[in-house]
């Protein structure tokens, strides 16, 4: 895994020595979604014909928009993008159903078709499972590693301390919000939170708030939440750090940058 990180790092890397400048957002969500996809369901841009990223970027783009499905908004944009992408999933799912030898490299996919063969889950949730799989992967760590070379540049003393990663990621706030809901009644600071609250938190108010700030931004600190904690903490969150460690050693260590506004 770790040498297919680095090697579609560097491929990636190469072939933006062509251009002028990149969208690095744009270049970076590339970068990664080819790893995961190949990973999670041996998907190749080189040799599909349709690029999936593309659908998923329209449906991030309108993923905070007004609810108003009319063409041409973000949220139509949104809507159609999840179903492109849905109608790749389900194609690919039913080719491998189909196919009658046994693949020698087993994915996600196959995972999935042996659990559905057994009844556990339904093909709807099967595929909403790989969807949201490919989106948690990909736009995440694109959007930590565009954080973290905007700050490098803003502040390139920050690469001798290892810390530039979960730094980046204490200020970015790449996941805005994440969702609990009170088993019980509880009390936080005076407040009653009765039982069966759903609840929204918003890592930024402790990530951004200056009486934090001088402790040191670590894993599992209460004041560094990038990942989520408890039960649900990111199941992605060590190879997130390991794609952007590998991607950001492979720039510093060979290429020169500047960023553009
Ligand atoms: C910089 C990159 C990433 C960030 C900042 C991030 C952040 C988060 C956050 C905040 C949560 C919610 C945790 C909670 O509710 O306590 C979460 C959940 C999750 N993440 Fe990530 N994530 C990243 C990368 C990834 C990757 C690479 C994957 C998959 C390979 C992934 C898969 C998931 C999944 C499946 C969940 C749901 C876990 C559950 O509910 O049990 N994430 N992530």
């Given at each position: 895994m770790i040498h297919e990180v680095q090697r579609t790092a560097q491929a990636s890397l190469l072939s933006w020595l062509d251009h002028p400048s990149i969208e690095l957002k744009d270049a970076v969500s590339n970068m990664i979604f080819s790893v995961t996809a190949k990973k999670l369901i041996s998907y190749d841009s080189s040799t599909s014909n349709e690029e999936m990223w593309k659908h998923y970027d329209a449906f991030i783009r309108g993923l905070v928009a007004f609810p108003l499905y009319i063409p041409g908004t973000a949220f139509y944009k949104c809507m159609q993008g999840r179903r492109s992408v849905m109608k790749m999933l389900k194609e690919l799912l039913d080719e491998r159903t189909k196919a009658t030898h046994r693949r020698e490299n087993i994915d996600f996919i196959d995972v999935l078709i042996e659990e559905l063969e057994k009844d556990t889950m339904s093909e709807n949730a099967a595929l909403d499972l790989v969807f949201l799989l490919l989106f948690a992967s990909f736009e995440t760590t694109s959007s930590a590693i565009t954080a973290v070379l905007r700050f490098l540049t803003d502040?390139?003393?920050?690469?001798?301390?290892?810390t530039v990663i979960h730094e980046a990621l204490r200020l970015a706030n790449i996941a805005p919000v994440m969702f609990r809901k009170a088993t019980e009644d509880v009390r936080i600071k005076g407040y009653a939170i009765p039982k069966g609250s759903k609840i929204m938190i918003c890592p930024s108010t402790v990530h951004l708030n200056p009486v934090n700030t001088?402790?040191?931004?670590?894993?599992?600190?209460?004041?560094?939440?990038a990942f989520g904690g408890g039960l649900r903490l990111c199941v992605g969150a060590d190879f997130a750090k390991l794609q952007m460690a590998i991607f950001l050693h492979c720039v510093v260590t060979k290429y020169r940058y500047q960023l553009q506004h």
């Open positions: 502040n390139p003393k920050a690469l001798q301390e290892l001088d402790e040191p931004a670590g894993g599992a600190s209460k004041d560094f939440m």
